[in-house]
């Protein structure tokens, strides 16, 4: 396996991180005190300067206006943007549009991905993406309360959910719903698209998360969908697909997702080494001249370096048998590189001090927000099962017993 980076793509991450550093870290002082609604302005300036600058959409393919990098050139390049909570925003490859817009050029009709796709893909609209339920286990994908009964040539969607990403101000939610309720567990669900303007949407509200409730993209919201009718072309790929929709989104999306993390473990680092070299403790002795701040300096390089070859080592493998077999792989990092992140970022919070927790720097930002990132796309504890049911196969146990 070959690591080396391409010079075209190492000339194209240097000006990415420019670009994060000049352009997107001022945002985050804004970010503090202005709800996120009240910044758009200022984002669709700084998405203007990244369209001139033909990076736009780098994930998406060329003949749909994107810059159509690899799959692993795009996880470089979502690390760099990871530096900043808003860097992947003002690249309009933020999630949960990116992953819409991955499902829409895969599934999507001709009439969809005019209606859909286009307004996505230029920034126009937003768009979320609404599985989770208040009363199911996210983490049993196929128990869901929500349906969408055909009734002629609409489906009524009539269901709860929540954590719907994004919510506020989308233009349109791929609902997850049961369609085919006597079909294999797997077969049953289908993912519909609800323009939510459409009568029956109802936006419950922002949840708040850890102190923060937020508003347009910067949200987690409450949605119940009631008597909800939408014509049946509106559903994306064949019937009972949405769980096969899912999972094609899921497997490189955790690449993504890890190289974000690795992004935001590389800031705190960068941080914390900054604190170690300007914070003295007496006049003339720096914090870095302690051992324990060393050994955090130490082991954070190390983990990170470690978590990122493990990253591009499932997305290669992803690329030469494809995400089922490399199951073992995608479920490794990401439980492990979320472990590393947080790691990595509390330390950095302890090496600043009383400042670590203010909102001076970003840290405490990164802290309160990546928690989650042990939660969503899968718990640590599945994940671990996935590996774990993987490996004990081959010594004669069937762990499902
Ligand atoms: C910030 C954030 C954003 C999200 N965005 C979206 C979104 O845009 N759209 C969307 O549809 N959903 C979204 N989600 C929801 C997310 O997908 C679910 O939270 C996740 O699937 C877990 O489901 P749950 O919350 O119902 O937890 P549960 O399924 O109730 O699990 C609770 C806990 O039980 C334990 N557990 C679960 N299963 C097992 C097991 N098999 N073995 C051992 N222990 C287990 C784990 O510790 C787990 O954390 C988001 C969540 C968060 C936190």
Known sequence: MDFSIPESTRDLLGRIREFVKAEVFPIEVMARDTPFRELLPVFEEKRQKVRNMGLWTPQIPKEYGGVGLTFLDHGMVSEELARSPYGHFCFNCQAPDAGNMEILIEYGSDEQKEKWLKPLLAGKIRSC??????????????????????????????????????????????????TNPDAPPHGRASQILVPTDTPGFELVRNISCMGHEGSDWDTHCEVKYENCRVPVENRLGEEGAGFAIAQSRLGPGRIHHCMRWIGIAERSLDLMCQRAASRELAP?????????????????????????????????????????????????????????????IDKAVQAHGAMGISDDTILAFFYRNERASRIYDGPDEVHKGVIARQMLKQYGVDTRK
Not at 147 to 166: L, Q
Not at 302 to 307: D, E, L, V
Not at 311 to 336: M, N, P, T, Y
Request: charged share 20%; hydrophobic share 45%.
């Open 284 to 344: 003339g002795v720096p914090l870095a001249t302690k051992q324990t701040i060393q050994n955090w300096i130490a082991e954070s390089r190390a983990a990170i370096n470690a978590a990122r070859l493990m990253v591009l080592h499932a997305g290669w493998k992803i690329d030469q048998v494809g995400s089922r077999e490399a199951r073992v792989e995608i479920s490794a990092i990401k439980f492990s590189v979320a472990d590393v992140m947080l790691t990595v």
């Open 129 to 178: 993406f609404s599985m989770t339920e208040p009363d199911c286990p996210g983490s049993n994908p196929v128990w869901m309360n929500t349906t969408a009964v055909r009734e002629g040539d609409e489906y009524v969607i009539n269901g709860h959910k929540w954590f719907t990403s994004s919510a506020d101000g989308a233009a349109f939610a791929v609902v997850m719903a049961t």
